[in-house]
């Protein structure tokens, strides 16, 4: 199979592997998506893949915010006080970004735009804020600062400058809709992969058993973490690599994070799955641990160098990993 995962994206599959799983790809999002799917006709497969491509370059159009008239771009125009009209999915995505953003206590949080702006340079390397400048993006940081309305569809902001990213959900977001499409065709034994970072498992692609997903060693790809079988369920992940470029985005701490190489998350969506993997970046191991105790369908995984001699890396999980064969 031939490997589209980026450095700092460590979910993988072993679909391809399986006989008779029809397998298309499409770059969005900066990112290559793939769908594996079992279906008797390969045409009716491939118009299916199709459409749900279709859907997701739509989706990308509403998300971008390097598009100029992209719901993101005019909502991080947006004057104080005024009312913007976002399509369903803007709005439903946002409204996710929300419901998490209070979840985690901020730790996941779409407006964190000019925090990445303060901290990080155009190819993502480190440079250091002056305080000034640190203390106004923090001003224009938080989702407390989005008012959603959810009989209009329109939002408004309350601070002047809030910028607003989906990139931490979005990918994720575009595999449950690619999902939905696959749905609408009448094709539910499928896994969709979006671009190594989120991945969705919908019916297994045999009676009994799930799709064959791995996570990897971030410190080297060819070593295999874990080994499941994913069935109704996804998984997200986020890493370290390619350099610090996850902001924690809570007052009092703003700034890229350190220590952990990768985390993952299972969830019962991929919108979920894709924002938690990020979140578990910047949360405590007890924050993460709490968070799995008051949601029991998600599960969470992190690594971390090990400053003991004898070991490169320490991993830690929390929540439910049945049926996961773990290799260290």
């Known amino acids: 199979m031939k490997?589209?995962?980026?450095?700092?994206?460590?979910?993988?599959?072993?679909a391809a592997s399986l006989a008779g799983a029809h397998h298309f790809s499409h770059e969005a999002m900066a990112a290559v998506f793939e769908i594996y799917v079992v279906c008797d006709k390969g045409t009716y497969a491939r118009q299916a893949a199709q459409a749900?491509?279709?859907?997701?370059?739509?989706?990308?159009?509403?998300?971008?915010?390097?598009?100029?008239?992209?719901?993101?771009?005019?909502?991080?125009?947006?004057?104080?006080?005024?009312?913007?009209?976002?399509?369903?999915?803007t709005f439903e995505c946002?409204?996710?970004?929300?419901?998490?953003?209070?979840?985690?206590?901020?730790?996941?949080?779409?407006?964190?735009?000019?925090?990445?702006?303060?901290?990080?340079?155009?190819?993502?390397?480190?440079?250091?804020?002056?305080?000034?400048?640190?203390a106004l993006a923090i001003e224009k940081t938080g989702m407390d600062k989005l008012i959603l309305n959810p009989q209009r569809y329109t939002s408004k902001v309350t601070t002047k400058g809030v910028q607003f990213d989906l990139g931490g959900i979005g990918k994720g977001y575009g595999v449950d809709l690619m999902a939905r499409v696959l749905a609408e065709w009448k094709l539910t034994k499928a896994l969709i992969h979006g671009g190594g970072s989120?991945?969705?498992?919908?019916?297994?692609?045999s009676d009994g058993k799930g799709w064959p997903v791995t996570f990897s060693n971030p410190l080297d790809r060819t070593e295999k973490l874990v080994r499941l079988e994913l069935a109704h369920r996804a998984a997200g992940g986020s890493g370290l690599e390619?350099?610090?470029?996850?902001?924690?985005?809570?007052?009092?701490?703003?700034?890229?994070?350190g220590g952990k190489l990768a985390s993952w998350s299972l969830a019962s969506d991929a919108a979920t799955a894709d924002a938690l993997s990020t979140a578990f970046m910047v949360m405590s191991d007890k924050e993460i641990?709490?968070?799995?105790?008051?949601?029991?369908?998600?599960?969470?995984?992190?690594?971390?160098?090990?400053?003991?001699?004898?070991?490169?890396?320490?991993?830690?999980?929390?929540?439910?990993?049945s049926g996961a064969a773990f290799v260290r």
């Not at 901020?106 to 480190?126: H, I, Q, S």
Request: proline share 5%; net charge negative; glycine share 6%.
């Open 52 to 89: 749900a491509f279709e859907e997701l370059d739509h989706l990308e159009q509403d998300f971008s915010r390097f598009v100029g008239n992209s719901d993101v771009s005019r909502l991080n125009q947006l004057a104080v006080g005024e009312e913007l009209s976002l399509g369903l999915d």
């Open 242 to 257: 390619q350099g610090r470029h996850i902001i924690d985005p809570r007052p009092g701490k703003a700034r890229p994070v």
């Open 289 to 321: 641990e709490q968070y799995c105790k008051k949601h029991p369908d998600v599960a969470a995984m992190t690594i971390r160098r090990q400053e003991k001699a004898d070991s490169r890396m320490e991993i830690r999980r929390w929540g439910d990993w």
């Open 198 to 205: 989120s991945l969705l498992a919908m019916d297994g692609p």
């Open 3 to 14: 490997d589209f995962r980026s450095q700092s994206d460590p979910v993988g599959n072993d």
């Open 94 to 134: 946002l409204a996710a970004a929300e419901k998490l953003w209070k979840q985690t206590n901020g730790a996941f949080d779409v407006t964190v735009g000019a925090l990445y702006r303060c901290w990080l340079n155009e190819d993502k390397t480190l440079r250091r804020p002056s305080p000034e400048d640190l």
